[in-house]
């Protein structure tokens, strides 16, 4: 069984960028997690989708971050424009369940180095 | 303020040693626990849940559970180089809009 998979594994931007990372989760999931990790933050949520809805829009990051599920095997995580501040490694997690406790399967993340 | 800490920040273990790790949540609305592990350049991997009071083994971890104080501990006896990582510490509500909240983890460094 594929795990998630995350692409591309590194980015590297330009300040004031777009840029697209891309993620599908385990077939057959049907919550899927966006994170950012830093050293200084540990992980930090910036969207959930339970079935393709949003159920939680990460606050702080609504500004310039924007997850989509464009279907149940397909998100993508824009970050517009990009920031220096921004560069960190961006993780992808999906699970299976009704409850939200479910033990989540991550992808090997996206390193973004934003110069 | 964290709602899930986790301490020690890091932690050296001999090779074969026991390594304890501790996590303390200030929201009392927290009922649902996990561990994970992250090996360096992978995502983490879940490595065991426990949702009720008392201790939960599987192999050579164990996890235990205080709801009361909410506090979970994780102990790995007989530590091998393959448990050299950073261990998180994650919790969950009833509410299902939330999903999980993550400590900033413990670094286990395991050394021959």
């Known amino acids: 069984d594929a795990g998630v998979t995350q692409t591309p594994r590194h980015e590297v931007a330009e300040k004031g960028q777009t840029i697209i990372l891309k993620c599908e989760p385990v077939?057959?999931?049907?919550?899927l997690f966006w994170y950012r990790q830093t050293k200084i933050q540990g992980l930090e949520l910036l969207s959930y989708?339970?079935?393709?809805?949003?159920?939680?829009d990460g606050g702080a990051f609504k500004d310039r971050f924007k997850a989509e599920m464009l279907n149940s095997s397909f998100s993508t995580l824009k970050i517009q424009p990009t920031e220096p501040k921004d560069s960190a490694v961006y993780l992808c997690?999906?699970?299976?369940?009704?409850?939200?406790?479910?033990?989540?399967?991550f992808g090997p993340g996206t390193r973004l180095t934003v110069l | 303020q964290q709602k899930v800490q986790q301490s020690p920040e890091s932690l050296s273990v001999p090779e074969g040693g026991m390594a304890s790790l501790n996590c303390t949540s200030s929201?009392?609305?927290?009922?649902y626990f996990w561990w994970y592990r992250q090996h360096s350049g992978e995502g983490p991997k879940a490595l065991m849940?426990?949702?009720?009071?008392g201790d939960k083994k599987e192999g050579r971890f164990t996890a235990h559970l205080n709801k009361a104080s909410l506090h979970v501990s994780l102990h790995i006896r007989d530590s091998q180089p393959s448990d050299s990582a950073l261990y998180f510490c994650?919790?969950?509500?009833?509410?299902?809009?939330?999903?999980?909240?993550f400590g900033l983890g413990t670094r286990v460094s395991v050394f021959p």
């Open positions: 997690a999906s699970s299976f369940g009704t409850n939200n406790y479910a033990e989540q399967f």
């Open positions: 989708f339970r079935s393709k809805s949003l159920m939680e």
């Open positions: 929201d009392r609305n927290f009922q």
């Open positions: 994650a919790a969950s509500s009833n509410n299902y809009a939330q999903g999980l909240t």
């Open positions: 077939s057959g999931h049907n919550d």
């Open positions: 849940s426990i949702f009720s009071d």
